[in-house]
């Protein structure tokens, strides 16, 4: 079977971020389209023989197709390898794993800074603005060249539950479970005010140069508006409780009462990885997947996000987080309502927590146990 | 009677800021010294014989000591003159309001553009740095040389509110009544986080020179860092509710969607508010009075929260708001529990409103009579 030796040959080799190339166009919710392009991915566990095991992950804006395991030399597994792995709750000896990276992201799939064809120059602000419907669309297409037609489930947090819970309104034949985590029906004004701040500081440094700086050129000396955007972006992402735990009003060092920069330890927490941050993400990408966020919307194209939601035919299991102060639990019960009015299978389940929204990454061992009942049941 | 003469004759003026100039040092928490200074500041009503209806207005970060009335050719009155005014909740016919503007602030108070003595340098980044304590003391100051002693009562919000606890704490027989609004005992990490962004926006800007700019720079093109931390306080002074009331999902115009800069009501709010704020404050104001906003804690000077607490005499009304997401209400509760517990007299009033911090600004209506109430009662 040519889909089994295919991928047979992948699961051999050592862990590592494959890209798939496609010369076919990809036409975007914009009108434009993309062609060719490429989507980076990286799976774990076996294929079973009528491929009825295969789960997909969808990450969240910063995140990429490496989810789970170490590469050789790598100290830090992937972003979800609490979740992920053999035993765990996304069990890596039952199921065949495929997480993407996303459209626009700057880690291996088509993006920004990639070279426009014919041209073979970067596509940078010219690059078309992307979706969240995009996304997914070039995420099927994958599958589909790895010979997989149908999932098993869907399991994202954030922007990657957005992506499950689009899958399960465009597709809905397409994946029989779908987990959703830490997400929203749609963006709501607050998170675009988080991004705006990331978009503007971008947009506003003299070194983003209006998308015109050289690949590579924040290596060393990250973009500031990038590090001041991810800033807004940490607060966002954590929750009032949290940083009174996490930081407190403790000082880095004495200096911090009287001297104007002088830092507190939520200063030094947002400085010290926000300057990692701007060395490794590339501010279009930010630009285009921040925009993707903001665009995102389950109704848009069908009459009203009722509509939408009664499209579903997959079981839906939403997680949310009660300190989640970018995604609020209420979102999630909005949809849940949807679905239980139209008699759709869905379970929704609120986190105590006061992580805050970071808690879909962090605090594994909250939820772990209701993805993996989801996923054993049937 | 000397003290009245004088106040008359202010009062025989038009409406107007006027600023008082004192050349005795001013010790500051940081050991340094300013001398001299001025304090700006204007008065609405008319002081009675023994100086006993006084009342003293706090402002926030970004206000000035114009809090009532308008100008000759104004068309916008002073930022609380909702509140304050003849027939008002703070009425101008039974009150003498002072209304000061803080030191360090841009609006006529000694500031870091203002020239250093002896050098007739502006201070820029030697300015030093000012606290919460220090901003009562030189209000102190001015009432002094107003000939005022004692103060009927002092009200303020956010920042203001700051203020008026710090009053109530450092000398607790300087005012019968105190009213605090929106504030906190002491600043906590997540409002920290949203201060972080401005004063990395700034700090970071080419055009902020390190302090070094030249005074009026930016009249005409607003300090990007400035705009762009502004931004970061705008998500903090709403709410996700009274932002999904104000902007929704709505777009400026047809390309919101599509177009990569493209506009959703809420980014025109925050560009145009943002952009024109760039253009009026002081980047170097704001970076100070920032950090004193982080640097206040009731607690600090005393051995405890609860000792600095014990000290106050006077009537204390806290009023906080249910959707204020800078200044949380369990905070207001917090110091009132402690108030109670010694048996002191306060009343905390958590206004049902979504609006969020900046409540305290637009939506008088809800706390106006409970002001009257606790002016009038004795």
């Given amino acids: 079977?040519?889909?089994?030796?295919?991928?047979?040959?992948?699961?051999?080799?050592?862990?590592?971020?494959?890209?798939?190339?496609?010369?076919?166009?990809?036409?975007?919710?914009?009108?434009?389209?993309?062609?060719?392009?490429?989507?980076?991915?990286?799976?774990?566990?076996?294929?079973?023989?009528?491929?009825s095991n295969v789960i997909l992950i969808c990450h969240a804006l910063s995140g990429s197709a490496h989810a789970a395991g170490k590469y050789e030399n790598e100290t830090k597994a992937g972003w979800w390898d609490d979740l992920i792995g053999d035993g765990k709750a996304i069990d890596t000896t039952k199921y065949f794993v495929v997480s993407t990276n996303v459209l626009g992201s700057c880690f291996g799939s088509t993006s920004p800074m990639?070279?426009?064809?014919?041209?073979q120059r970067p596509f940078r602000l010219?690059?078309?603005?992307?979706?969240?419907?995009?996304?997914?669309?070039?995420?099927?297409q994958l599958l589909s060249q790895l010979g997989i037609h149908h999932l098993y489930a869907i399991v994202g947090g954030s922007m990657g539950g957005m992506q499950a819970l689009q899958f399960a309104v465009d597709y809905p034949n397409f994946a029989d479970k779908i987990i959703s985590l830490a997400a929203t029906y749609a963006t709501q004004p607050w998170?675009?005010?988080?991004?705006?701040?990331?978009?503007?500081?971008?947009?506003?440094?003299?070194?983003?140069?209006?998308?015109?700086y050289?690949?590579?050129?924040?290596?060393?000396?990250?973009?500031?508006?990038?590090?001041?955007?991810r800033i807004a972006g940490h607060i966002s992402y954590l929750s009032p409780d949290s940083m009174n735990d996490k930081f407190g009003r403790n000082y880095v060092s004495n200096d911090?009462?009287?001297?104007?920069?002088?830092?507190?330890?939520?200063?030094?927490?947002m400085e010290y990885n926000t300057n990692n941050f701007s060395r490794i993400f590339d501010p279009l990408s930010y630009l285009y997947i921040v925009?993707?966020?903001?665009?995102?919307?389950?109704s848009r194209g069908y009459d009203s996000l009722y509509d939408a939601i009664s499209r579903i035919k997959a079981d839906i299991t939403l997680i949310s987080f009660k300190g989640d102060y970018l995604f609020f639990p209420k979102e999630m019960e909005h949809i849940h309502q949807m679905l239980q009015r139209n008699q759709q299978k869905s379970a929704h389940y609120e986190i105590d927590s006061n992580y805050g929204h970071d808690a879909f990454l962090v605090q594994i061992e909250?939820?772990?146990?209701?993805?993996?009942?989801?996923?054993?049941?049937?």
Same sequence: chains 1, 2.
């Avoid at 079977?1 to 919710?29: G, Q, R």
């Avoid at 990639?114 to 041209?119: A, F």
């Avoid at 998170?191 to 015109?212: C, L, Q, S």
């Avoid at 925009?291 to 389950?298: D, E, F, P, R």
């Fill in 291 to 298: 925009k993707a966020i903001n665009t995102y919307n389950l």
């Fill in 214 to 229: 050289e690949k590579g050129a924040f290596e060393e000396e990250g973009l500031d508006g990038l590090a001041i955007g």
């Fill in 114 to 119: 990639d070279n426009d064809y014919p041209k």
């Fill in 366 to 378: 909250k939820f772990d146990t209701i993805i993996k009942d989801k996923l054993e049941k049937n």
């Fill in 1 to 51: 079977m040519f889909i089994k030796y295919k991928l047979d040959k992948i699961l051999l080799m050592k862990l590592e971020t494959h890209v798939a190339h496609f010369t076919s166009p990809l036409y975007l919710e914009s009108g434009r389209i993309l062609e060719p392009y490429k989507i980076a991915y990286e799976t774990y566990g076996e294929i079973n023989d009528d491929a």
């Fill in 126 to 140: 010219k690059f078309p603005v992307l979706t969240i419907k995009d996304m997914i669309k070039a995420q099927k």
């Fill in 191 to 212: 998170t675009m005010g988080f991004n705006k701040v990331a978009m503007e500081a971008i947009r506003r440094d003299p070194r983003f140069d209006n998308g015109n």
């Fill in 256 to 269: 911090g009462l009287f001297e104007l920069f002088g830092r507190y330890e939520v200063e030094r927490y």
